[in-house]
């Protein structure tokens, strides 16, 4: 029988938690004089859904006030023809949501809106400031009172506390009582502002759709509108787009860039370019370089659909092998298939994922996937591979392990669940189950970005760029790993 045995919580962690880092947030912003910018901010929230699927949310101006409509669930199942119909104006943000654990509130869904001295104020946020707590007394000492977890509304009682000049001048000052990552899309009746911190360490790029200028998470989100990537927005800088047209403005001294190396890894849409680099490409080039640390002998390389597709590809491609997609994934799987009897919980993993046997029925496989962070997926894939008939099963993985926790924003599990955190190499090819192993070398990750410096690789290697909490926002992350282990994967 096929994955014979299954546990209930094992077919429930295998069909609803992916085994993978998650995202927080994606953000989207226009000045559209003329144009229907709700709509078009609602087809960008489709393009940026990968980013966050918890929640999302449109605000938009007309000049007078904003007007917000956001909620809990996919951007499909939040907006309708007629709440769009009725977010009508020439100024829009918007947000997409991936709520970490005990976050999932309503009240946190973005864009936040808020009113202080000057007018209305809606600010969407990617990223996660690590001196929240400490923000947020100063805050409390004057007067503030918060509804929500999120630092979004740190950062709008910030512009608030400041804003007795000009929102330039807000913003400044924010920017330098802020620790930590941010992309931000904020708007006022008439401002559209784009803010990525000094790190740079989340992505924010700079579009243009005819005269009107477009900010978003990704440029996945220009090429579904028909716009044009102009160019990244700087670490550090401020844009600021009004009827005059656009402003740049630095106000905090450079340091070195720490852009977040997991998004040409996993995060990113591979039609993305991030920081002048195309995320197909860099997954590509990883597994060529792979290929080029440890070559296996196989009979076929296949991908973990979709997250392995472009690395298996690279990895094919430098050693000459055979690609084929030898796992078939279903899209469609919800949360009510789950049942309790055991033939069906075995047919709910086989739905999700399915070996082609006869691609792998009696042969050497390679198996190449993204990353592990738990390894249960990985364990099952292997099982499966196994019970049609492969041969061999050699897992390669396109990026170092994860060993570390990430304070900025990603979704990464407990240390204590990170089974690269927990286990030796050979530790974890033993509970997956598999003939062997690999995974891509940091050094090996630097040749593919073509770039030694300018990336946050703190989740690999445990050196964190941006700092790290104070200890109150810590909480569950202070496990600490064995000095073996963190030896055994650098
Ligand atoms: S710790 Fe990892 S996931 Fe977090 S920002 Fe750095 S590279 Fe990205």
Known sequence: MLDEGIKNSEAEDFLLKPDKMEEACGVFGIYGQGKDVARLTYYALYALQHRGQQSAGIAVSAGAEIKVHKKRGLVSEVFTEQ???????????????????????????????????????????NGNLINAQALKEKLAVNGSVFQSTIDAELIANLLALYGQGTLEEALMKTMIDLKGSYALVIMTEDKLIGVRDPYGNRPLCLGKLDNSYLLASESCAFDVLGAELIRDVAPGEIVVIDQEGLHSHRFVSPVERALCVFEFI???????????????????????????????????????????????????????????????????????????????????????????????????????????????????????????????????????????????????????????????IEETRVYIGADSLTYLSLAGLSRALRQEAGFCEACLSEEYPLGIPSPERLGKHLTEVSSQQRREVR
Do not use: W
């Open 266 to 424: 996993y995060f990113a849409r591979p039609d993305s370019n991030i920081d002048g680099i195309n995320v197909m490409e860099a997954r590509r080039a990883m597994g060529r370089e792979l290929a080029q640390e440890s070559p296996v002998d196989v009979d076929i390389v296949i991908p973990v659909p979709d997250s392995g597709i472009a690395g298996a590809l690279g990895y094919a491609e430098a050693l000459n092998l055979y690609f084929d997609m030898g796992l078939m994934k279903n899209r469609y799987i919800g949360r009510t298939f789950i049942r309790s009897e055991q033939n069906e919980r075995n047919l709910a993993v086989r739905l999700k994922l399915n070996p082609v046997t006869k691609l792998v029925q009696g042969k050497k496989v390679a198996i190449v996937d993204d990353s592990i962070v738990r390894g249960t997926t990985s364990k099952k894939i292997v099982q499966m591979l196994r019970n049609r008939g492969a041969a061999e099963v050699h897992l390669l993985i396109t990026a170092p392990p994860v060993i570390a926790p990430c304070y900025y924003g990603i979704d990464t599990s407990e240390r204590g669940q990170l089974i690269a955190a927990q286990k030796s």
């Open 83 to 125: 709440i769009l119909a009725d977010l009508t104006g020439h100024l829009a943000i918007g947000h997409v949501q991936y709520s970490a654990k005990g976050s999932n509130l309503a009240v946190n869904s973005q864009p936040l809106v808020c009113h202080y001295l000057k007018g209305n104020l809606a600010v969407a946020h």
